[in-house]
């Protein structure tokens, strides 16, 4: 699968520990916002990612939310929990997440870019030489783009062995 295989891959954002970020030899962590921190639309994340973020913070870790959802989202949201941002990303294109490496001031080698999506976060963390955690997606989603690229992702996920909610990931 290659360009579009995670490094990682896991449930949910809360299941990423400090540790497993350290073994990765992680300095700092792009976050997706959609299906990674809150339901699509959502302005309150889900259950554990404030306290999740403040640990990594406390942890060390740096942190940017990077998402293609317009400012209008993502910055209020950023806000909320204590994050800068960076919106209008363009995955997979590597601009958004050069953006924000540029605001953590760190080496594409040492940040992780976290998500849900395969050909957005995933395809462009690799394309920008980042490495990947690849989520499960937490919630039901119901535009057409996302339904077609959630149907491209079938194949993909079943290679990896990584087939829906619900189910358990293991490191690769």
Known sequence: MGILSPTVAMQKVTDITPE??????????????????APPTEKKPYEGVVEWIEEMRKEGFAIVIC???????????????????????????????????????????????????????????????????LLVPQSEEHGLSIKIRRSMEKNVRKKLKILKRGENYVDK
């Open 20 to 37: 497993l970020l350290r073994r990765m030899n992680i300095d700092a962590v792009l976050l997706d916002v959609d299906n990674t921190l």
């Open 67 to 133: 998402s293609n959802n317009f400012n209008s989202r993502i910055k209020p949201f950023s806000d909320s929990v204590g994050l800068d941002c960076v919106a209008m990303s363009l995955k997979p294109f590597p601009f958004g997440f050069n953006r924000a490496k540029k605001k953590l001031k760190e080496k594409p080698k040492n940040v992780v870019v976290i998500g849900d999506q395969i050909y957005t976060d995933i395809l462009g963390a690799n394309l920008a030489g980042m490495k990947s955690i």
